[in-house]
């Protein structure tokens, strides 16, 4: 089950690191509104990023960090990785 999670946030890194490239909004065709959010500054990439970067590091951890409670709570679970679910889809 854990290998699925860090698949998926590999898989959002990537994604991320694609989107500084050609920066584009998945719900351009409905609305020209979500542009701010892509254009002049990468705010949807850099918080995308952040939120995959945390997540993998949270699933790959360091020594230190497996011992320390927020590697074992579920309620900071439940709480990141659905915004950074959201951001995903907003990212495709």
Known sequence: MRQ????????????????????????????????????????????????GLFILTWEWPLGFLRRSWIYHSYTVRFICLPLAAIAAVFLY
Request: negative net charge.
């Open 4 to 51: 699925t999670y860090s698949n998926n946030i590999l898989d959002q890194c990537l994604a991320t690191v694609l989107g500084f490239i050609n920066p584009k909004v998945f719900f351009d065709v409905i609305t020209n509104r979500l542009d701010g959010v892509v254009f002049p500054i990468l705010y949807l990439q850099v918080g995308n990023l952040v939120l």
